[in-house]
Structure formats: C-alpha cells, structure tokens
C-alpha cells in the first residue's frame, strides 16, 4: 500500500507541473485541467483542480484521494489525501 501511495504522490506533483505550464502559457482553466488529468494517469473522479493567476503568476493546486484498498492493509486505515501545487511566471506573447 505504502508503494502505491507514493506512486500516486508522484504523479500528484507531475499533474500539478504539467498543469501550471499550460496555464503559464495561456491554456484556459479547462485546458489545465484536461492536461492534469492525463498527465496524473489517476481515477479522474478523485483529482481536484485549482488554477489561480495573479500578476505574472499562474498556480495550479491538484488534490487527490487515493484509495486505500490493498486487502487487510487497505481496511485499517482511511485514504490518503495528496496535494500538489505548482507556480510558474506567466509567459507574454
């Protein structure tokens, strides 16, 4: 279970990188999205996105909860809860 946890952190932290380059580059908020979601490679109903751009900044938030259902392990304890964020300098022209 712990393998598949961190796994799961990894792609959490690639989601939100891939994420906020899209938007550094003028993807809209569904763009973003569409490119965490595939870049996550995760069940699509357990990622949530935020994309936030303030002055020469955009940020990407991606939050995940992974199941934990390994059997016996995975019914001791609750599902993980990950976050990721990610910021990057908005790109002109």
Known sequence: QIGL????R???THAA???VRVAAVGGS???VRRA???AADLAIH???VSVRRRGDTATVEVRYRDPTDVPIVGGLIDD???EATAHMRIEDG
Not at 5 to 8: K, L, Y
């Open 5 to 8: 946890v961190v796994r799961a």
């Open 10 to 12: 990894v792609m959490v």
């Open 17 to 19: 990188r891939e994420g």
């Open 29 to 31: 908020d569904q763009e």
């Open 36 to 38: 965490v979601q595939v």
């Open 46 to 48: 357990r990622i949530e």
């Open 80 to 82: 993980a809860e990950l």
